[in-house]
């Protein structure tokens, strides 16, 4: 009678999902200004790739600030996806080998800060919640046990490694983007009978974990006993980009690097030095190819004595951007183009400012341009990109074997320069 309880749960909820599923999208994304520094990654390295493996011992970590404090009753589920995102339409009996949902009951209230908060935090797979199947995931976050009041939606991936991936991380084939691009070649090396590759595999590789970089191949350029080769001299080759910029906030007490006032009021503020556009010339500096770090020098806990900053920051682009607009992106904004995120130009000092609260710690961020018309995104513009820069690169392929509802997640390999 527990069993069947249990599945009907499953099923009464995927019908709720099904309902309520247009709330959210298939994004990295905050739907509630209060909610603050989302975070996801493989437990056995911080900020690593939201990826674990199917039926292990390995975790994800997941947590996020409620600036309004006190405690709220916040609910989650997780979601299958196709490769590119898009609900693969299962029921959760399909994909989950226990109940559909769960209260986040993991909580504790920010200390010694000026910026009152309430840190939540989440561990997945646990007993209420565990993925039967590889492949995307969504993870959503909603208020009140309602899918119509959506909070967070996260993306991360299950894989059940059936294939091995050799990479091969080369200056682009193409004779005008050999100094500035970086080409991805891979080889996938199986055991099992893959009658159609060019339609049952799909390998979709991206830069620094950055969602708008995904490249999808789907036709090998060789096909061998065992192997499939992806080494066409037009796939997978991408914009190398520049360094990232960065800066410290660890300490509110001293100016750390590129942090050019601090000061306080009824709550910390930073101004930055202002950044100039680095076209033109490799800027040789250690980053962390987009990732942030909390952090905090002046207290104890960096999860809740870390007070949250409004960090400005200042650009002189020092070129015409007629129809596009500037914005700041890193991996603590998951890469949005969302207004909060644009810069205003002002016309008196001819530089572009944007103010963002975020809390102490290490950031990584970029200056990319959205064109106006069509709003393809653009990090280059304003940066410069350069074969020597060093970046990350994911490498995620998906295999639908004939007959099958949904894709698999059958191999993960990760190389960088």
Same mark, same amino acid.
């Given at each position: 009678?527990?069993?069947?309880?249990?599945?009907?749960?499953?099923?009464?909820?995927?019908?709720?999902?099904?309902?309520?599923?247009?709330?959210?999208?298939?994004?990295?994304?905050?739907?509630?200004?209060?909610?603050?520094?989302?975070?996801?990654?493989?437990?056995?390295?911080?900020?690593?790739?939201?990826?674990?493996?199917?039926?292990?011992?390995?975790?994800?970590?997941?947590?996020?600030?409620?600036?309004?404090?006190?405690?709220?009753?916040?609910?989650?589920?997780?979601?299958?996806? #196709?490769?590119?995102?898009?609900?693969?339409?299962?029921?959760?009996?399909?994909?989950?080998?226990?109940?559909?949902?769960?209260?986040?009951?993991?909580?504790?209230? !920010?200390?010694? #800060?000026?910026?009152?908060?309430?840190?939540?935090?989440?561990?997945?797979?646990?007993?209420?919640?565990?993925?039967?199947? !590889?492949?995307?995931?969504?993870?959503?976050?909603?208020?009140?046990?309602?899918?119509?009041?959506?909070?967070?939606?996260?993306?991360?991936?299950?894989?059940?490694?059936?294939?091995?991936?050799?990479?091969?991380?080369?200056?682009?084939?193409?004779?005008?983007?050999? +100094?500035?691009?970086?080409?991805?070649?891979?080889?996938?090396?199986?055991?099992?009978?893959?009658?159609?590759?060019?339609?049952?595999?799909?390998?979709?590789?991206?830069?620094?974990?950055?969602?708008?970089?995904?490249?999808?191949? &789907?036709?090998?350029? !060789?096909?061998?006993?065992?192997?499939?080769?992806?080494?066409?001299?037009? &796939?997978?080759?991408?914009?190398?980009?520049?360094?990232?910029?960065?800066?410290?906030?660890?300490?509110?007490?001293?100016?750390?690097?590129?942090?050019?006032?601090?000061?306080?009021?009824?709550?910390?503020?930073?101004?930055?030095? +202002?950044?100039?556009?680095? +076209?033109?010339?490799?800027?040789?500096?250690?980053?962390?190819?987009?990732?942030?770090?909390?952090?905090?020098?002046?207290?104890?806990?960096?999860? &809740?004595?870390?007070?949250?900053?409004?960090?400005?920051?200042?650009?002189?682009?020092?070129?015409?951007?007629?129809?596009?607009?500037?914005?700041?992106?890193?991996?603590?904004?998951?890469? !949005?183009?969302?207004?909060?995120?644009?810069?205003?130009?002002?016309?008196?000092?001819?530089?572009? #400012?944007? #103010?963002?609260?975020?809390?102490?710690?290490?950031?990584?961020?970029?200056?990319?341009?959205?064109?106006?018309?069509?709003?393809?995104?653009?990090?280059?513009?304003?940066?410069?990109?350069?074969?020597?820069?060093?970046?990350?690169?994911?490498?995620?392929?998906?295999?639908?074997?004939?007959?099958?509802?949904?894709?698999?997640?059958?191999?993960?390999?990760?190389?960088?320069?």
């Amino acid at each position: 009678m527990k069993k069947l309880a249990g599945l009907l749960l499953l099923m009464v909820s995927g019908i709720q999902l099904g309902m309520a599923q247009l709330a959210f999208t298939a994004l990295n994304k905050v739907y509630r200004p209060e909610i603050s520094t989302v975070i996801c990654y493989n437990q056995e390295k911080e900020q690593s790739t939201p990826i674990i493996t199917l039926k292990s011992a390995e975790r994800l970590i997941f947590s996020f600030d409620d600036l309004e404090g006190g405690s709220k009753n916040y609910w989650y589920t997780i979601e299958h996806h #196709t490769h590119d995102w898009k609900p693969s339409n299962l029921s959760p009996i399909d994909y989950l080998e226990s109940f559909s949902d769960d209260r986040i009951i993991d909580y504790a209230y !920010s200390s010694n #800060t000026l910026q009152k908060y309430t840190h939540y935090s989440l561990s997945l797979p646990n007993e209420q919640i565990k993925p039967k199947i !590889s492949g995307n995931y969504l993870l959503k976050v909603y208020l009140d046990g309602d899918l119509n009041k959506p909070v967070i939606s996260q993306r991360f991936h299950v894989v059940d490694n059936r294939v091995n991936a050799g990479l091969e991380l080369l200056p682009s084939m193409q004779v005008p983007l050999r +100094t500035s691009n970086q080409k991805i070649n891979v080889n996938i090396f199986h055991s099992a009978a893959i009658q159609n590759p060019a339609a049952d595999v799909k390998v979709v590789v991206t830069q620094n974990n950055i969602p708008y970089s995904a490249k999808l191949t &789907t036709k090998p350029s !060789s096909i061998k006993p065992g192997e499939l080769g992806y080494r066409d001299p037009y &796939t997978n080759d991408f914009p190398a980009g520049n360094e990232f910029r960065k800066f410290d906030i660890r300490s509110l007490r001293t100016k750390a690097e590129h942090v050019q006032d601090i000061q306080q009021d009824t709550i910390y503020r930073a101004l930055l030095f +202002t950044d100039a556009a680095t +076209t033109g010339r490799y800027v040789r500096t250690f980053d962390e190819n987009g990732n942030f770090f909390i952090r905090n020098q002046d207290g104890r806990d960096e999860h &809740t004595e870390s007070d949250y900053v409004q960090v400005t920051f200042s650009l002189k682009a020092g070129q015409n951007l007629a129809n596009r607009a500037i914005y700041v992106l890193g991996r603590f904004n998951n890469y !949005s183009t969302d207004p909060e995120y644009k810069m205003q130009y002002n016309a008196s000092s001819n530089v572009y #400012t944007c #103010t963002l609260r975020l809390k102490q710690g290490l950031y990584d961020y970029k200056y990319a341009v959205v064109d106006a018309e069509i709003g393809k995104i653009d990090d280059t513009a304003l940066e410069g990109s350069y074969f020597e820069t060093d970046n990350s690169y994911q490498v995620f392929i998906y295999y639908k074997s004939p007959g099958s509802r949904w894709e698999e997640l059958i191999g993960y390999s990760q190389t960088s320069r």
